[in-house]
């Protein structure tokens, strides 16, 4: 990536373009922090009948909505097409997500922003998506939050969750990665259980729903503690990851279920529940027993982020959390880890709900530091499926 301090005299428009996984998204943000516009197309109607996203229906459907996909955005931010490029002329750059993500989904929105980007002569900005989610928060709250050392990073959502001490320093941002999960995010811990109680896709929303109707107390879920290898004689070194695992407690809900004979309940709800039914409408479709496990299952994934979170962020003294990707709009989560860090006196921010999920806008918001920096993407670039962020 080249790299050169060239000071920065333009309107600060960047057309953001999103395509790592299910939602084709593109948006137009100025200077990082006011969106003119941010439109997302989601795909999941055509995954939700497989209970997860296929990788060749993504990459179709992204080819199919990209093109009207960000039209709409340019036209929102009263930037159309029209001519021969009339009204693009006063973007400032085209970003991109590269990575991590689908490798056949990435192409699709690389190919456009590259194809953009030549033919109005526009600089090309390479986004990396978990920097974007961190963004999302920062587009919206980087005044409330102390400019002064590391902030906490939590990006949790259904292919990610990872811990980043953020830090902004001669107009950039430095990432340090601390902590991962050693299996399945805690998003895919969502919809793997929601799934196997015969709720709908993508299951956050249902579970966080549901949720709210069962006692978190009924089922005792525990986490093991995972050790790092860098983990000696029973103390954290300084630079042991902080671990997630969300595999078991999927196992656990599984062992549950056919240890209390809840199969037929789970059948019948599956044939009931349709394309058109909305998590507000399965209440009726649950019995106390279900919504008691989903509630358990619930508080028991939300305490051990929140555990790990506020342990990381004493251990690297962070001066501030935000709470990022589409597990950061569950309810019970946000209401806990702010009050949490109420008790310990720690400035949090969220996403809007509209931001935490995979948008555009994070894209475009992320770009803006880069192009101040002149950190721009050469013509070769590709998706880069793995792309990790920060050391
Ligand atoms: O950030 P995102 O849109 O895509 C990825 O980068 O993965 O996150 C999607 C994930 C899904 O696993 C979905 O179930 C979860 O976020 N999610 C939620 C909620 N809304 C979305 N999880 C818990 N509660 C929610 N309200
Ligand atoms: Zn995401």
């Not at 430095?174 to 811990?189: I, K, P, Q």
Request: aromatic content about 6%; glycine content about 10%; proline content about 5%.
């Amino acid at each position: 990536m080249m790299v050169n301090n060239v000071p920065h005299t333009g309107s600060g428009l960047i057309l953001g373009i999103e395509s790592s996984c299910d939602e084709t998204a593109a948006a137009v943000v100025e200077r990082g922090t006011r969106q003119l516009s941010n439109v997302v197309a989601s795909q999941i109607a055509i995954h939700s009948p497989y209970g997860g996203v296929v990788p060749e229906l993504a990459s179709r459907e992204h080819l199919r909505a990209i093109v009207p996909v960000v039209d709409a955005a340019l036209r929102e931010a009263r930037l159309t097409m029209g001519g021969a490029g009339f009204g693009l002329n006063s973007l400032d750059a085209i970003a991109v997500t590269e990575g991590p993500g689908l490798a056949g989904a990435l192409l699709v929105g690389i190919g456009y922003a590259k194809a953009l980007a030549y033919a109005l002569s526009k600089p090309l900005i390479a986004v990396n998506h978990l920097e974007g989610h961190i963004h999302a928060v920062l587009l919206e709250h980087a005044a409330s939050l102390p400019v002064t050392g590391p902030l906490l990073a939590l990006v949790v959502s259904g292919g990610h969750t990872h811990l980043y001490l953020a830090e902004h320093h001669n107009h950039t941002w430095h990432y340090r990665n601390v902590g991962h999960t050693v299996d399945d995010a805690a998003g895919e811990a969502f919809d793997k259980v929601a799934k196997l109680l015969g709720l709908g896709y993508p299951g956050g929303p249902w579970i966080d729903h549901l949720a709210t109707h069962g006692n978190p107390d009924a089922v005792p879920f525990s986490f093991a503690q995972i050790k790092p290898k860098v983990h000696r004689g029973g103390q954290r070194t300084s630079d042991a990851p902080f671990l997630f695992s969300f595999s078991g407690i999927k196992t656990a809900v599984l062992r549950y279920v056919e240890t209390h004979a809840m199969a037929a309940s789970i059948a019948a709800r599956r044939q009931q529940i349709t394309a058109s039914t909305k998590p507000a409408d399965a209440l009726q479709l649950c019995d106390q027993q279900t919504l008691d496990l989903l509630a358990s299952f619930q508080r028991a994934v939300v305490d051990d982020l929140r555990r790990k979170t506020f342990a990381a962020a004493e251990h690297y003294g962070a001066h501030g959390l935000l709470i990022s990707g589409g597990v950061a709009a569950n309810r019970e989560l946000r209401s806990r880890f702010t009050r949490a860090a109420g008790e310990r006196g720690l400035p949090i921010a969220f996403p809007a709900l509209s931001l935490a999920t995979d948008n555009a806008a994070m894209i475009a918001a992320a770009a803006w530091p880069k192009l101040l920096a002149g950190d721009f993407a050469p013509s070769s670039l590709s998706a880069r499926a793995s792309l990790p962020l920060g050391q």
